[in-house]
């Protein structure tokens, strides 16, 4: 577990909108915020000593929030981000485990591990571009912002 106050303890997701989503997305949901939870950093900028932190993320009206707040609840910071930069990763990240889910049932080993790579890869690409859009508002690091990048992906899926 990451030392210090620097760190989220408590994550919610607006999921006001959504309906029914896959196993596969209900399991990589609770991964990400399970993984999140035990390990992260997260520095929201200005704020850096009040943390552990409670974020309760959501979307609306084409915006991702980061909406922050102490541990005991006290609203300290709201951060918005536009989606419009992410809608293409999330979309062939989405196709790409689709293939991938696809591809457990019925092909071979060498097919899994390159869509696998594929996949890890979007991943990879998509939580950069969340910690490079966050720079100068809230510093997180690379687990931190794959995590993060999970569940932003799973406010995207509509119902």
Do not use: W
């Not at 106050?5 to 408590?10: E, L, T």
């Not at 790579?117 to 794959?146: V, Y």
């Amino acid at each position: 577990m990451t030392a210090g106050r620097n760190r989220i303890v408590h994550v919610k997701l607006d999921e006001r909108t959504v309906v029914r989503r896959k196993p596969e997305v209900e399991h990589e949901r609770a991964v990400a915020i399970f993984d999140l939870l035990e390990d992260n950093i997260f520095e929201p900028d200005g704020f850096e000593d009040q943390g552990p932190f409670n974020l309760h993320l959501s979307t609306e009206e084409g915006r991702l929030t980061f909406d922050i707040r102490t541990e005991d609840g006290t609203e300290l910071n709201r951060v918005t981000l536009p989606l419009s930069p992410f809608r293409k990763i999330v979309r062939d990240y989405f196709m790409v485990c689709e293939s991938y889910y696809n591809a457990i049932k019925k092909s071979t080993p060498a097919q899994i591990e390159a869509l696998d790579m594929g996949r890890r890869g979007l991943h990879n690409e998509g939580s950069d571009l969340l910690r490079e859009r966050l720079a100068g508002k809230i510093t997180i690091d690379h687990p931190t912002s794959r995590r993060l990048f999970t569940l932003v992906c799973v406010l995207h899926i509509r119902g």
